[in-house]
């Protein structure tokens, strides 16, 4: 069934465990990760990116995740990543989206604020939870390269959420979208000033995959209460594919592989729920 964010976001606070929020390309990826959370009795997030709604458009995507998600019993959120625009968002609620994430970390902190809080107060007016973005996640998402992470300032933090009222923060520690060239050195010393400053509002960890679990684990049991992945499910699908026509050239079915990628990112997802604790929390 699909719903808002907010509800299943706290909820994970509160009892200590943290919602998947896994990338989704295509409608395999959709099935996989939905199943993945129907056969663990699992909430999860399903998110594209303002680059994948460039090549599937939202009212599309969002139809095919909610068609999905009516057909199983645990709560699905159909949620906007790194969204790039007012008009954006716009799009993206319209279509039916049950969460959004404006991201506007690569302005400069007063006009991150002042793009927030337009965003928030259009979502407001239709009871959808938002999140901000306030340091740099390093690497590439949608193209988009961060020359450098910029760690979040703790005292930063503590005055967008009181000048935003943000519902989910996304922070940066060292964490980077895409492959790590170097091995992830997460700054749990930051995640922890920042958590301080900024009490009850819910953190968000982008760039997971790559992230060893037990880091993973320990950001959650510090106060991240969602975590996002997409690098490791293209891997795993793309992975598959190549595997099947390596074993069959003469293959011609997309059906054929397309099954099997389908069946490898659902594994994979499932171990990453039983990582963040949401297994049997649906
Ligand atoms: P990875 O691709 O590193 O898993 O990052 C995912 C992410 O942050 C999506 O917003
Ligand atoms: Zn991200
Ligand atoms: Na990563």
Same mark, same amino acid.
């Given at each position: 069934?699909?719903?808002?964010?907010?509800?299943?976001?706290q909820?994970?606070?509160?009892?200590?465990?943290?919602?998947?929020?896994?990338?989704?390309?295509?409608?395999?990826?959709?099935?996989?990760?939905?199943?993945?959370?129907?056969?663990?009795?699992?909430?999860i997030?399903?998110?594209?990116?303002?680059?994948?709604?460039?090549?599937?458009?939202?009212?599309?995507?969002?139809?095919?995740?909610?068609?999905?998600?009516?057909?199983?019993?645990?709560?699905?959120?159909?949620?906007?990543?790194?969204?790039?625009?007012?008009?954006?968002?716009?799009?993206?609620?319209?279509a /039916?989206?049950?969460?959004?994430?404006?991201d506007?970390?690569?302005?400069?902190?007063?006009?991150? !604020?002042?793009?927030?809080?337009?965003?928030?107060?259009?979502?407001?007016?239709?009871?959808?939870?938002?999140?901000?973005?306030?340091?740099?996640?390093?690497?590439?998402? %949608?193209?988009n390269?961060?020359?450098?992470?910029?760690?979040?300032?703790?005292?930063?933090?503590?005055?967008? !959420?009181?000048?935003?009222?943000?519902?989910?923060?996304?922070?940066?520690?060292?964490?980077?979208?895409?492959?790590?060239?170097?091995?992830?050195?997460?700054?749990?010393?930051?995640?922890?000033?920042?958590?301080?400053?900024?009490?009850? !509002?819910?953190? !968000?960890?982008? /760039?997971?995959?790559?992230?060893? %679990?037990?880091?993973?684990?320990?950001?959650?049991?510090?106060?991240?209460?969602?975590?996002?992945?997409?690098?490791?499910?293209?891997?795993?699908?793309?992975?598959a594919?190549?595997?099947?026509i390596?074993?069959?050239?003469?293959?011609? %079915?997309?059906?054929?592989?397309?099954?099997?990628?389908?069946?490898a990112?659902?594994?994979?997802?499932?171990?990453?729920?039983?990582?963040?604790?949401?297994?049997?929390?649906?």
């Amino acid at each position: 069934v699909l719903v808002k964010s907010k509800e299943i976001i706290q909820k994970a606070v509160q009892s200590g465990y943290a919602i998947g929020a896994f990338n989704a390309e295509n409608m395999e990826m959709v099935e996989a990760i939905i199943e993945a959370a129907e056969e663990s009795n699992s909430p999860i997030i399903v998110q594209t990116t303002s680059g994948t709604l460039n090549i599937t458009p939202p009212e599309r995507f969002c139809a095919m995740v909610k068609s999905v998600a009516d057909k199983v019993k645990v709560p699905v959120v159909m949620h906007l990543d790194h969204g790039d625009s007012f008009e954006r968002v716009a799009q993206c609620l319209r279509a /039916g989206y049950t969460s959004i994430m404006i991201d506007a970390s690569k302005k400069d902190f007063y006009e991150n !604020v002042k793009i927030t809080n337009d965003v928030i107060r259009m979502a407001k007016a239709v009871g959808v939870p938002v999140e901000a973005e306030l340091g740099i996640v390093g690497g590439k998402e %949608d193209g988009n390269v961060a020359e450098k992470e910029a760690f979040t300032d703790p005292y930063e933090a503590e005055n967008f !959420v009181k000048q935003t009222g943000v519902d989910f923060l996304a922070i940066g520690i060292g964490n980077v979208h895409g492959v790590y060239k170097a091995d992830p050195k997460l700054r749990f010393d930051i995640l922890q000033a920042v958590k301080e400053k900024t009490g009850d !509002v819910p953190l !968000v960890l982008h /760039g997971t995959s790559g992230i060893p %679990d037990e880091d993973v684990s320990r950001a959650v049991s510090m106060g991240i209460a969602k975590v996002n992945y997409a690098t490791e499910l293209r891997q795993v699908f793309t992975k598959a594919i190549k595997a099947y026509i390596d074993e069959d050239p003469g293959v011609i %079915d997309p059906k054929k592989y397309n099954g099997k990628a389908k069946q490898a990112v659902k594994e994979l997802v499932k171990k990453k729920l039983v990582i963040l604790g949401s297994t049997g929390k649906a």
